[in-house]
């Protein structure tokens, strides 16, 4: 199992930024919850947002709430993480996990429910 995060980048404060991460094999995703979550330097990962099996159920963390949207591409066994009006605080590795499992339309926010994890892709927002 694969997941390939891309899409980070340097920009500037309120600048807006598009992650992508590719899951293999498509069997995976396609049974998968996704996530992704983020650690700043010195700081405890941190979940930002995941999208169930069927894409019917979205969760946000507090501080992206309003700002990022997750949404997954079942053909392209791909999913996004849109992040508009982007802080100084936002500055991060981006990390996007999967979780195999048997509901279609589940919450998961916890490091310990993802079995599948991807490297991460920096982001960088100046202010």
């Known amino acids: 199992v694969q997941l390939q995060a891309s899409g980070g980048g340097l920009v500037q404060t309120g600048d807006s930024l598009r992650l992508s991460c590719l899951v293999s094999p498509g069997r995976v995703f396609s049974r998968s919850a996704v996530a992704w979550f983020r650690q700043a330097p010195e700081k405890e990962r941190e979940f930002v947002a995941s999208?169930?099996?069927?894409?019917?159920?979205?969760y946000y963390g507090d501080s992206v709430k309003g700002r990022f949207a997750i949404s997954r591409d079942s053909a392209k066994n791909t999913v996004y993480l849109q992040m508009n009006s982007l802080e100084p605080e936002d500055t991060a590795d981006y990390y996007c996990?999967?979780?195999?499992?048997?509901?279609?339309?589940?919450?998961?926010?916890?490091?310990?429910?993802?079995?599948?994890w991807g490297k991460g892709t920096q982001v960088t927002v100046s202010s």
């Open positions: 999208v169930s099996r069927n894409g019917g159920t979205t």
């Open positions: 996990a999967a979780a195999p499992t048997i509901l279609t339309d589940s919450r998961k926010r916890n490091e310990d429910e993802f079995d599948y």
